[in-house]
């Protein structure tokens, strides 16, 4: 039950031709009840968080801020004791250097499959960092008639296929003939 | 006001810069201290994060074009400070930001430099669950009284949205608070 008769006084302000001159805002009343309950709410919180500092950090604060400030704009200082000249040597050095070294460098790369062990290739495919999607794979076979193809069918002997069968297969119902 | 600009002059003057700072460090470092606080919750972070801060503003203070309130600058410069550290945080450990702000919480209570009763144990366990905008914004309006006005021009959000983020806050707070009744 709505302790605030909410609607009745709605009514009573609309049906009034005149309210003396006086108006409320927007839906005043709609979101009395709302604004009222939170407030309520909010005032059955506590007012303090808890949090506490340790004794006299506060006054030693000013100080330690404006040594760390200092600090750190020395190293901007240092920073600054290189003229850029010396920088544009020393980059354009660096640069050519690179470029000398990745054009002699092309013959190193591994292009040879053989070389790699294949317990790194395997821990690779593990890890799942190949990724092959149905076209790369496709890609690979060579194009062959269907008629060519023969399907061998001497791979497996019988009496190796009866053995792997009587030991995995549990449900029995399926081997009786 | 006529006060700010002063000051902002002369923080962008070399030869006074520093005495402006010092003044500066002097009558905001409790605010922006309890506002850290508030976000990291415990004394040493927020220690670092504080001395960060101001680093940032003396670094950055030339830079400031004084569209808006000095004081809301600095203010800024802590929160995202401050919620970049809990990010940071969250990466070492490789965990959410929620899950480093529910460890922060776990803490609090065999926390040293928190004094708080059950109910203020519970109230900070209550803000954590709320997404981090609406932990600023009541954080904020609750704990540091700021106004509606203020608080749209430093977290940048219309009033509007502002108001409806901390009545959800409050909402559900009172609701996690109700389900935790343990006296």
Not at chain 1, 22 to 37: A, I, M, S, W
Not at chain 1, 142 to 171: A, G, M, P, Q, V
Not at chain 2, 73 to 100: D, H, L, P
């Amino acid at each position: 039950m709505k302790p605030f008769k909410v609607t009745e006084v709605k009514k009573q302000m609309k049906d009034k031709k005149n309210n003396n001159g006086f108006n409320t805002p927007k839906d005043y009343f709609e979101d009395f009840e709302d604004r009222l309950f939170h407030k309520i709410s909010e005032d059955s919180l506590p007012k303090e968080s808890g949090f506490k500092t340790p004794e006299g950090y506060f006054d030693q604060l000013d100080s330690a801020i404006l040594e760390s400030v200092e600090a750190t704009t020395k190293q901007v200082k240092v920073i600054s004791l290189f003229s850029k000249k010396t920088l544009a040597y020393a980059a354009a050095i660096a640069a050519c250097a690179i470029l000398v070294f990745s054009l002699t460098n092309t013959n190193n790369s591994i292009t040879n499959i053989d070389s790699i062990e294949i317990s790194s290739i395997e821990s690779y495919i593990e890890e799942g960092n190949l990724t092959l999607d149905s076209y790369d794979i496709a890609s690979l076979f060579k194009e062959e008639y269907l008629d060519s193809i023969t399907i061998e069918n001497e791979f497996i002997s019988e009496d190796l296929l009866e053995d792997y069968l009587l030991e995995y297969i549990d449900d029995s119902s399926i081997l009786i003939e | 006001m006529v006060e700010e600009k002063e000051l902002v002059l002369a923080l962008q003057t070399v030869s006074q810069k520093e005495k402006a700072f010092r003044e500066l460090v002097s009558q905001y470092k409790e605010r922006l201290y309890w506002h850290i606080r508030k976000i990291v919750l415990n004394h040493d972070d927020t220690d670092d994060v504080l001395q960060n801060t101001f680093i940032k503003i003396f670094k950055n203070v030339h830079h400031f074009k004084g569209d808006s309130k000095l004081f809301t600058w600095m203010y800024r410069i802590a929160t995202n400070e401050a919620i970049t550290f809990i990010n940071k945080k969250a990466k070492q450990k490789n965990i959410t930001i929620e899950g480093v702000k529910e460890l922060l919480i776990s803490k609090l209570e065999s926390d040293v430099y928190f004094e708080g009763d059950a109910i203020q144990l519970q109230l900070q366990k209550a803000i954590a669950t709320l997404p981090q905008k609406q932990q600023l914004v009541f954080n904020m309006k609750y704990f540091e009284n700021h106004t509606y006005e203020n608080l749209s021009e430093i977290l940048n959000t219309s009033v509007g949205g502002l108001k409806s983020n901390y009545h959800l806050a409050v909402k559900k707070i009172t609701a996690f608070l109700k389900s935790n009744e343990t006296f």
